[in-house]
């Protein structure tokens, strides 16, 4: 099949890993793959990165509605020359244009959700989402329910297809580094390992107030807190830090940033934990560490319950 995602996007979140893995998944089953970006963007770079064919010159984002003509005409011969045969759109933006290339050519049209906003209820979502659009993912139980309540579907609509882990055979067994020497770990002490932005709504706080109590019972604790994105300017992250030291924890916390192994301390890792309060309605870093083989506490938010299988993953 000839495929088009849609995953126009500027920044890498977790739409943009979802878009970008289902792509990849594709490309490997041996279908043709093009996503849809914005230029010059983070997300165009991280699809480079794997080896998928990008399309930038269809902007969907634009407000002005000259460029929207403009875009749908290059949209329907792009659809036309490439013979395409399913659109997949990821985004809102420009959804639009997808639905009126759909009708007009005969192109199957997929639109998955993956974001914690509730969808407005209007006539105009009922047109796109139920006349306009053939089948509807979410990428999560909670998300779906969010559409239910908004629209009406038919039945066994939404589907649900969660963020995918990749292939993790053998993973488990990483050896890598000697991680206990390089971050000062005891031999005796359980890892705890925390992954991602230091953000309010990651729970990072909330996590040093747990860990704190958790040490009272289990003194042989190290929590590794590997976060990305975050500069000591941060609000956030000098309150983490001054956390650490008004909670007494300091010594019992590890903090490294941007590595480029985070899989392989993802494994060394005995426990990891996501502390979010907030969205994480796909929570790529979850489906990270079941990837190799680390089972994962965490907060019941987003499809977070969903996908931890108590006494399994987590």
């Known amino acids: 099949m000839h495929l088009l995602i849609g995953s126009n996007v500027h920044w890498w979140n977790a739409e943009a ?30 699809l480079q990165a794997r080896g998928l064919r990008i399309l930038t010159e269809i902007d969907l984002n634009s407000n002005n ?45 997929v639109r998955t959700r993956g974001t914690a906003r509730p969808l407005r209820q209007s006539w105009l979502n009922q047109k796109l989402y139920g006349d306009w659009t053939d089948a509807t993912i979410a990428v999560g139980e909670v998300v779906a329910q969010q559409l239910r309540n908004a629209l ?3 039945p ?42 230091i953000r309010p709504e990651k729970g990072v706080r909330l996590l040093l107030e747990a860990f704190r109590q958790l040490l009272t019972d289990f003194p042989k604790l190290t929590l590794l807190l590997l976060y990305r994105d975050t500069t000591s300017e941060i609000p956030e992250m000098q309150a983490v830090q001054a956390d650490l030291q008004r909670l007494g924890v300091a010594t019992h916390v590890r903090m490294d940033a941007e590595r480029e192994d985070i899989l392989s301390l993802m ?30 506490v965490a907060l019941p938010t987003g499809c977070l319950p969903e996908i931890i299988q108590n006494g399994e993953t987590g």
């Open 152 to 154: 009406d579907f038919p």
């Open 267 to 296: 494994a060394f890792a005995d426990v990891g934990v996501v502390s979010s309060i907030a969205s994480e309605v796909i929570c790529r870093v979850a489906v990270e560490f079941f990837s190799v083989g680390t089972p994962v």
């Open 17 to 46: 890993a979802y878009a970008a893995t289902l792509a990849a998944l594709l490309q490997d089953a041996g279908h043709e793959v093009w996503v849809l970006t914005r230029p010059d963007s983070l997300n165009a770079e991280k």
């Open 156 to 197: 066994g609509q939404p589907s649900v297809i969660y963020y995918p882990a990749e292939d993790s055979t053998g993973s488990g067994n990483i050896t890598g580094p000697d991680y206990r020497m390089e971050f000062g770990i005891p031999n005796d002490h359980t890892v705890l390992a925390f992954v991602g932005r």
């Open 65 to 109: 509605p000259l460029q929207w003509f403009r875009s749908y005409q290059q949209l329907c011969d792009f659809l036309q020359t490439q013979q395409i045969d399913l659109i997949h759109a990821h985004r809102s933006e420009g959804y639009p244009l997808l639905a009126f290339a759909r009708r007009k050519l005969g192109i199957p049209l």
